[in-house]
């Protein structure tokens, strides 16, 4: 897992796929951003991101 800076948040929340998955025993709330899964803490303030194979149960939701 990764910190990712603010800017690529930014961007992660308009072009990424809303999703859902489980990253080291916890299931996230983020976005999918080609093959990255990228989520942030409860208060939005500390952005990570999770590679292939660090996120499993992918759920991507619908619009």
Partial sequence: MDVLPD????????QGRQASATVSGRRRSGFL???RFVFSDQMEL???QAGPGEFRELRIWRK
């Fill in 7 to 14: 800017d690529f948040a930014r961007s992660a929340k308009k």
């Fill in 33 to 35: 951003v080609g093959n």
């Fill in 46 to 48: 500390l952005w990570m």
